[in-house]
């Protein structure tokens, strides 16, 4: 039994959890988040299980790339036309629930945020 048996996104990854999925490639899988805090709130998840942006290292390192790149253009496909926030919230002062690394994606008119921070 280790971390990633009990892990929400990697059973969302595995197709044992429903996600409303909105991009997949052999990296990464991209789904909407459930509590969305904007009209556009999108979760990018790398395939493979790693805790938290702290505990990346080197051999993360072109997937993080992969990701990053990523985001623009499903933020794009998710409707927002001018400009969205990333965001990786990383360990308890980070504001971190889940541990399986994660960036939000969040847009849409500002005025339908809830609060600031995912
Ligand atoms: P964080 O605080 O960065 O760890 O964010 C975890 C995010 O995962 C929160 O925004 C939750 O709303 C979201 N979340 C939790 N469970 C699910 C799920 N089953 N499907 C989609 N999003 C989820
Ligand atoms: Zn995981």
Same mark, same amino acid.
């Given at each position: 039994? !280790?971390?990633? #048996? !009990?892990c929400i996104f990697c059973k969302i990854v595995a197709g044992?959890?429903?996600?409303?999925? /909105?991009? @997949?490639?052999? #990296?990464?899988?991209?789904?909407?988040?459930? *509590?969305?805090?904007?009209?556009?709130?999108?979760?990018? /998840?790398?395939?493979?299980?790693?805790?938290?942006?702290? #505990? +990346?290292?080197?051999?993360?390192?072109?997937?993080?790339?992969?990701?990053?790149?990523?985001?623009? @253009? $499903?933020?794009?496909?998710?409707? +927002?036309?001018?400009?969205?926030?990333?965001?990786? !919230?990383?360990?308890?002062?980070?504001?971190?629930?889940?541990?399986?690394? *994660? $960036? *939000?994606v969040l847009g849409g008119p500002r005025h339908e945020w809830?609060?600031?921070?995912?």
């Amino acid at each position: 039994m !280790n971390a990633r #048996d !009990n892990c929400i996104f990697c059973k969302i990854v595995a197709g044992q959890l429903p996600s409303r999925k /909105v991009y @997949e490639d052999d #990296d990464m899988v991209a789904f909407h988040d459930i *509590h969305p805090k904007a009209p556009v709130h999108l979760l990018v /998840v790398p395939k493979s299980h790693v805790d938290s942006l702290a #505990d +990346c290292g080197a051999g993360e390192g072109e997937v993080l790339a992969r990701m990053l790149l990523k985001v623009p @253009e $499903l933020a794009r496909a998710a409707g +927002c036309t001018n400009g969205f926030r990333t965001v990786i !919230n990383t360990g308890p002062e980070g504001g971190q629930v889940i541990y399986h690394l *994660h $960036l *939000h994606v969040l847009g849409g008119p500002r005025h339908e945020w809830k609060g600031t921070l995912p």
